[in-house]
């Protein structure tokens, strides 16, 4: 049973799955996977971040599942999957490819979603061969490859050594996040969000974030802070989005940016103003529209039967050309 204490209802309250499957890596740990809408439709795999779960991603199954088969599994450790003593960038990508071979077809494609530590997941598992067979499309959301703690402005300091010390000890911190009160929602929608974000998302990001057990945030934490993936971004050669926040302290523009540079083939890059790290809960729309989008070109190469629109009013999206030899 999933230790997260989420939203009971709204958008936000995760879905009951068609089936759940327990699937295990390569090393033997137990991931916690969910299926949604109909066997046979085109198919979405989302890898969710740091301290989430499948819940982060209720509003995108939720309109998703009409006409998609959407796959959404808790990274080790997080929500219903135990925790494992192998905590790496290695693990992430094992697991990817076990989900991936546990639930589709031999040579069946799907766009797979990574937001956060989901993205950082898809560039792990970016040269796997399982991933190269079952991948047509990726969308990384609010994610980045490296410098994660260099670059990020979760503390109000100037750019330096002195904010790099914080926030390392910050990410890495083994404190209990506590229960879920006004005071840490503020702390948490300064760090993760954007200032205009809903109190009905706050909630239920907190909700999801404080279920993460402090001994994972704190395993993980470590994980992030050594990131180096520059190398898995150059290998991911199959067509890829880039969706990001303007408002984003925890992994700010200059990521996007890098990414859309060093992405043999990107094929688009979308700023959302005034959005922050938690862009799923955040831009439902945008995020969801940008997957279906993705599934059209890459999947089905025609609208699915509920299509959605794309973007929301403000939003920039802006193509980008594939790399030659992409």
């Known amino acids: 049973m999933s230790r997260v204490a989420s939203v009971a209802g709204g958008p936000y309250a995760p879905p009951a799955p068609a089936r759940t499957l327990r699937i295990a890596s390569a090393d033997g740990a137990r991931l916690h996977v969910e299926v949604h809408g109909p066997e046979g439709a085109p198919a979405v795999v989302l890898s969710h971040g740091w301290t989430c779960s499948t819940a982060f991603w209720a ?3 939720r309109e998703l ?3 998609h088969r959407v796959i959404a ?4 450790g997080h929500g219903s999957s135990p925790a494992s003593s192998a905590c790496s960038t290695t693990a992430l990508a094992d697991d990817l490819e076990a ?8 040579g069946e494609k799907a766009v797979v979603v990574g937001h956060s530590m989901g993205g950082m997941t898809v560039m792990a598992a970016a040269s796997r061969p399982r991933f190269a067979e079952h991948a047509a499309a990726v969308l990384l959301c609010s994610t980045g490859s490296s410098r994660l703690v260099a670059e990020a402005r979760v503390v109000p300091l100037g750019a330096g050594r002195v904010r790099t010390w914080i926030t390392g000890r910050v990410i890495g911190s083994r404190a209990p ?3 879920v009160t006004p005071v840490a929602k503020r702390v948490l929608k300064y760090a993760t969000m954007g200032a205009r974000s809903a109190p009905h998302m706050v909630e239920a990001c907190a909700r999801i974030v404080h279920a993460c057990p402090r001994a994972v945030r704190h395993a993980w934490g470590g994980v992030l802070a050594a990131l180096d993936l520059d190398h898995g971004v150059r290998e991911l050669r199959v067509p890829t989005a880039v969706l990001h926040g303007a408002a984003d302290r925890l992994t700010p523009s200059v990521h996007a940016r890098a990414l859309v540079a060093a992405l043999p083939h990107c094929v688009g890059l979308t700023e959302l103003p005034g959005i922050g790290h938690m862009s799923p809960v955040e831009a439902p729309g945008p995020v969801t529209g940008k997957i279906r989008e ?4 890459y999947v089905t190469g025609s609208t699915p039967g509920t299509p959605a629109t794309p973007g929301m009013s403000g939003s920039r999206s802006t193509p980008v050309q594939a790399k030659e030899g992409a």
């Not at 599994?73 to 080790?76: A, S």
């Not at 989900?99 to 031999?106: E, H, I, K, Q, R």
């Not at 993705?294 to 070109?297: G, K, M, R, S, Y």
């Open 177 to 179: 996040l506590g229960p």
């Open 73 to 76: 599994y808790d990274q080790r």
């Open 294 to 297: 993705l599934v059209i070109t």
């Open 99 to 106: 989900v991936l071979a546990g639930t589709l077809a031999p």
């Open 65 to 67: 599942a009409t006409d």
């Open 59 to 61: 509003a995108q199954i």
